[in-house]
């Protein structure tokens, strides 16, 4: 069975974004940078893996992507209906409805269909891009978390986690760090 992994990036006080969905306050050295193309150019949408030089690289860890429709809406506003077109992707969302045959939108219970997802035969994981929202929603589905942890607190905005209190252990694997203060740290379900 493969795996569920939140990657996110978040302030040092959990956010992932201002409260307008800003991310543009987030530092990333050089170092940090490099590492984001060589580790985890599949997470990294086309147009900026073509950026990387990594847009014809192989796929070394995920071939899907599940998204909320805040973090999909970004990649729309500039007009990018497939932003991740080396991926498999879905969009949850109970409003969004796309043209484009590269998106499969998730309409309800988006936990049966992570859960028909990590059932599937593939040799690379599944990458659950956010929100907080539906990062809370699929907490328990969630097979390891890679946070990038950037040395700034935002002081408000969306929260890495949405949820009601639920406390759930993981084990810390991994953590690396970078000259400009940003911490990579992985931690798999307890």
Do not use: C
């Not at 543009?24 to 997470?43: C, I, N, R, T, V």
């Not at 059932?119 to 539906?134: H, K, Q, T």
């Not at 759930?168 to 970078?178: H, R």
């Amino acid at each position: 069975m493969r795996k569920l992994v939140y990657y996110i990036g978040i302030s040092i006080d959990g956010f992932i974004a201002g409260p307008n969905d800003e991310v543009d306050f987030f530092p990333m050295s050089d170092d940090y940078l490099q590492w984001m193309g060589s580790e985890y150019g599949d997470a990294l949408p086309g147009h900026v893996r073509t950026q990387f030089g990594v847009a014809d690289a192989p796929l070394t860890k995920f071939d899907t992507i599940v998204m909320g429709r805040r973090t999909y809406d970004p990649a729309l506003s500039e007009g990018i209906t497939s932003p991740y077109p080396h991926l498999t992707q879905y969009v949850v969302s109970r409003e969004h409805r796309s043209d484009d045959p590269a998106i499969t939108v998730i309409r309800d219970e988006p936990d049966v269909a992570v859960e028909q997802l990590k059932a599937e035969n593939s040799g690379l994981d599944i990458y659950l891009a956010g929100g907080g929202a539906l990062a809370g929603q699929l907490l328990p589905l969630i097979d390891e978390l890679v946070i990038k942890t950037y040395p700034v607190v935002a002081g408000a905005g969306r929260p890495a986690f949405v949820s009601g209190f639920s406390p759930t252990q993981f084990d810390l694997a991994d953590v690396k760090t970078f000259s400009g203060g940003n911490v990579v740290s992985t931690y798999s379900r307890k």
